[in-house]
């Protein structure tokens, strides 16, 4: 089955505690994505990939970090979390660099930071 | 820059009525655009999507939505209301090559009456 896997679902965790969220797709999709979801700012883009080892920003990359080393894998990584990244953290991917092509999402990942 | 409106946060409609979920947009360049569907505790589901072929499109579940470049708009509707359809929808634009960044907009939360 076609899809994009995320783990943990949900994390709580203390603020200044690293922490990596994984994402993991098995389309060989080249293009991926992570989005934050917050209440009545709807979804906002944090970083994005368009291949292996090419990863930019997006609109909201301030206190995270990603990496791209494998075509499936984009984890999502959190160096010192604070409370505000408290959030419905979605990956997604899509199979080329084209905008026409959907993007697939994945399950979502609730972070709470206390 | 892009950037979508969706008009009214909060939309109530009997079962068996129209749907109609409005979205605004706006782009430098001709655009991409997409409604997803967003049950509850799960990802975003695609519905449907424009990419400049006909201006009316079809997606699953009955809806459709039709572009309309002279009102940089392109509203969701559906003929009849079914209680499955209670989730949150969002309308989102790409403006294509390059990054595949998905603006999104605030989202509109569906209720069905029954």
């Given at each position: 089955?076609?899809?994009v ?39 906002r883009q ?20 990603v ?44 972070l709470?930071?206390? | ?42 990802g ?6 424009y ?22 708009s ?30 999104f ?5 569906l209720t069905i009456?029954?």
């Amino acid at each position: 089955e076609a899809q994009v896997t995320q783990n943990p679902r949900y994390l709580i965790t203390v603020t200044g505690k690293k922490l990596t969220v994984t994402c993991s797709q098995n389309m060989n999709h080249e293009y991926m994505s992570w989005y934050r979801q917050d209440p009545g700012l709807g979804l906002r883009q944090i970083y994005y990939s368009m291949n292996v080892e090419v990863t930019d920003k997006g609109d909201v990359p301030e206190g995270y970090k990603v990496s791209r080393k494998e075509k499936r894998n984009f984890p999502l990584i959190l160096e010192s979390p604070s409370p505000n990244q408290t959030s419905l953290y979605f990956c997604a991917s899509s199979q080329g660099l084209a905008g026409s092509y959907e993007q697939y999402f994945g399950p979502g990942t609730r972070l709470t930071v206390t | 820059a892009q950037s979508v409106t969706q008009l009214g946060s909060h939309v109530s409609v009997s079962e068996g009525a129209l749907v109609l979920l409005r979205c605004n947009y706006s782009s430098s360049v001709p655009p991409y655009l997409f409604w997803y569907v967003q049950y509850p505790n799960q990802g975003l589901q695609l519905l449907l999507k424009y990419t400049s072929a006909a201006t009316l499109v079809k997606g699953i579940n009955d809806f459709e939505a039709e572009f309309k470049k002279s009102e940089t708009s392109f509203h969701l509707t559906k003929p009849s209301a079914h209680m499955s359809d209670a989730a949150e929808y969002f309308c989102a634009v790409s403006e294509g090559w390059g990054n595949e960044k998905l603006t999104f907009g605030t989202g509109t939360r569906l209720t069905i009456i029954p």
